[in-house]
């Protein structure tokens, strides 16, 4: 017998308007990049959000147009997330710290027929335009005066909004449609894309909600660090205004002492982020000699945060919450809720129940698999590939068969590429990663690709990247060759070779030479027998002199 219950579906925009109603004077102050503060309501964001839609049609873009964005964390952002999926289009976040070949890759892949642009990147796209094989509108994000004096080809977003009326009649979508798009770093070098849906966001919102009743409260504000061009900011564009949050957009400038000011002066409650940035926070704290304001929470993922960071904040008294996940779980899998008769224990207790990636949100089955693709027991000791399941997790890639094909198992469950260990009581601690990347400051080095492209430089026979640990950056990537006779190419000349196809901050930090690399028992380079060969080994910007 079914029940007698209405269905609708799920849909991104009624998160604006119903926080357009039932929490009309909360909203976003953003950190604009001339660094002035803005401010507007959710009623006010979704009137804007309104003026954006109408504006959409009439740069003819059609529903299931990807419509790209290279933006830091602003209103504007925010809000073409909302009007961008609430049309029926796919709201495509890019990555504007990617190499130029990435970001060519990534746009013309997902045909992006428009992109959003903000004034400080408007550089970055006219170098890229004539590879981008899609495109029609740039978009300037900003007024008249963010243009640039040549931007014959330019259209400006606030005209834009200006010209088009803030009423939309929002379609009704099935909650199965595509309504964002977001690329992560592949294995074996190319960026595969995650397609959320209307549904999985809106589920993704409740059950994040559900799960972070300590950070996610009604009446306080949350600063996310975490940028909007990747993973959703964490679901935080929507979790936020959800659960009747003000935000703090903090635009470009994440440096500790930004944060502090930003976080003291718009009396931010909770902020998320990456371990890299709490750590220069801690720094700015200390030189300070107490930490900003009303601050009481702070939500860290994206790597592994060390004990010594968890323990300086709690010793402050603010509440640490590690959470992991990823791009293609729209993104969060788990969080550090700490079970109720830890929260009153001694620092220390407290920080041991902290270590780790806490315990699955309802909603996210995880099971730990052997490399026969055997389940491992969730005993707390026996480390297994975690697979995760779930209403908020991807069935594939979009249009790459090929990973699509190596990411998902037998039954449907997509492979996370960490290696963990869960406990009885579900606490989720992860060991290692099997997938070949190196992340550094929160973000994705590939060292497969680098070491197809160190390869061919004529001095090197054979090569690995390995992860090396760093205070700052989390990881660091080191390259370890096995020379060509006699050369030894050096990290200049090798920085040169790479440059085409690598940004910056993706180069090698060091070079180290062996004579043959070690192997698996299948044939594979053995990056963890490197990992060990090298553990004692110091980057060159933490030697001592
Ligand atoms: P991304 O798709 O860029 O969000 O990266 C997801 C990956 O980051 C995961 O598969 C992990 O390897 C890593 N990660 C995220 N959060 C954590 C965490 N709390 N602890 C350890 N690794 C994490």
Known sequence: MLGQMQH????IIDILTFSAEAFHSQGITSVMEDGRRTRHTYPELLARTGRLANALDRLNLQQGDRIATLAWNTHRHFELYYAVS????ICHTINPRLSAEQLVFIFNHAEDRAVFVDPSLVPLVAELRTRLSTLDHVVVMGGRADLPSDARDLLCYEDLLSAAPSDYDWPDLPE?????LCY??????APKGALYSQRATVLHALMVVAGHPQSLRNGRAVLPVVPMFHVNA?????TAPLAGMDIVMPGRSLDGASLYTLIEQEHVFTAWGVPTVWAGLLQEIRSRG???GELGDLVIGGAAAPRSLIAAYEEMGINVNQAWGMTEMTPVGSRGLLPPEVRSASLDTRVDAQIGAGR??????????DENGNRVAHDGQTPGELYVRGNTIISGYYNDPEATARAMDKEGWFGTGDVATIDATGRLIVRDRAKDLVKSGGEWISSIDLENTAVGHPGVRACAVIAVPHPKWDERPVLVIVPEG?????????HRHLSDRFARWQLPDDILFVDALPMTATGKVSKLTLRQTFADFVLPDLREE
């Open 8 to 11: 609708h579906p799920l849909r």
């Open 86 to 89: 609430g049309t029926g289009r």
């Open 176 to 180: 199965e449609s595509a309504a964002a």
């Open 184 to 189: 992560t770093s592949g294995t074996t070098g």
């Open 234 to 238: 964490w679901g935080l564009p929507f």
């Open 290 to 292: 107490g930490p900003p």
């Open 360 to 369: 699955r949100l309802f909603g996210v089955d995880f099971k730990l698999v």
């Open 486 to 494: 006699d050369a030894r190419v050096t990290l200049d000349e090798m």
